[in-house]
């Protein structure tokens, strides 16, 4: 054993990571299975070496660029810990007002649809306040519904996960609401090789030449499975504000408005079907 392995505190790795603090501290509370309070209680505690070690790959990992959500193997969202890999995309903050908004409009016992669930994260979020709505999600990656179905037996969640390419495997019964959060990224946004996206599923990311490809898609084709007065919410990117409402209205939706996230973004278009 070298002498620093055998010489390891908590303080001494946090400062060796060279990482932020905030993301040092969290890749350590990970390893040691502990609470932030016991790192900053505990500061001049020995850390074994087989854990040291393991702090030192997971630092590196995180050097490199690697989401800390990957490296942990789970991410917290909406208060659920749900586990994440590289097939799905990382579940973002912002994304919990397409939970609140949809949990809003959706009556008792509504049937509501996700779209391009991913780890399934709004799906099982709207379960876990609301266990009365039948929930349908679906997406195209079967690696992506894999991660989506055990995130939702975790948490004791009924869903009906679906293998399908937007609506091509969806039944015809009509649905109270339809939410989705799909790519929006525009392809070539510089976006795209920095951070976090670098890591992600292309698939998930990408919607096309200006971004919208994938909202169009979902607003156009999703008056064929709402009932008269149904409603559909779209998560779009803080640019697209204004032309995610112009698409929604244009298609034939009414009451069509935009909502903003915690920090003060355009971020969901709702509409409603009339029919």
Not at 20 to 30: F, H, S, T, V
Not at 58 to 77: D, K, T
Not at 151 to 172: K, L, M, Q, T
Not at 209 to 225: E, M, P, W
Request: glycine share 10%; aromatic share 6%; proline share 5%.
């Amino acid at each position: 054993m070298s002498a620093v392995e055998a010489d390891s505190t908590i303080e001494s790795l946090l400062r060796e990571a060279r990482l932020p603090r905030r993301e040092a501290e969290i890749l350590l509370q990970g390893v040691l299975r502990c609470d932030r309070a016991r790192l900053i209680a505990h500061a001049e505690q020995s850390v074994d070496s087989a854990k040291a070690l393991a702090a030192r790959v997971w630092f590196s990992r995180r050097l490199a660029g690697e989401p800390i959500a990957h490296i942990l193997g789970v991410r917290e969202f909406y208060g659920l810990a749900l586990q994440v890999t590289a097939d799905v995309l990382i579940p973002r903050p912002e994304t919990e007002l397409l939970v609140e908004l949809a949990l809003g409009r959706a009556g008792p016992g509504a049937r509501v649809l996700e779209l391009g669930t991913g780890s399934g994260a709004v799906a099982v979020a709207l379960w876990s306040k609301r266990p009365d709505l039948k929930i349908t999600a679906s997406d195209i990656s079967e690696e992506a519904l894999e991660i989506a179905r055990r995130n939702a037996d975790a948490h004791g969640a009924d869903i009906d996960f679906v293998r399908s390419n937007w609506f091509e495997a969806i039944g015809p019964e009509p649905f109270d609401l339809i939410a989705s959060n799909p790519p929006y990224v525009a392809e070539g946004d510089p976006h795209l090789k920095q951070g976090d996206l670098r890591f992600e599923p292309r698939l998930a990311l990408l919607g096309g030449g200006d971004g919208l490809a994938c909202l169009r898609a979902v607003a156009a084709q999703a008056r064929y499975h709402l009932r008269p007065g149904g409603r559909l919410l779209l998560e779009h990117g803080c640019d697209q504000g204004e032309r995610c409402v112009a698409l929604v209205r244009e298609i034939g939706y009414a009451e069509v408005a935009d909502s903003r996230d915690l920090a003060g973004l355009p971020r969901v278009c709702a509409g409603v079907w009339r029919g």
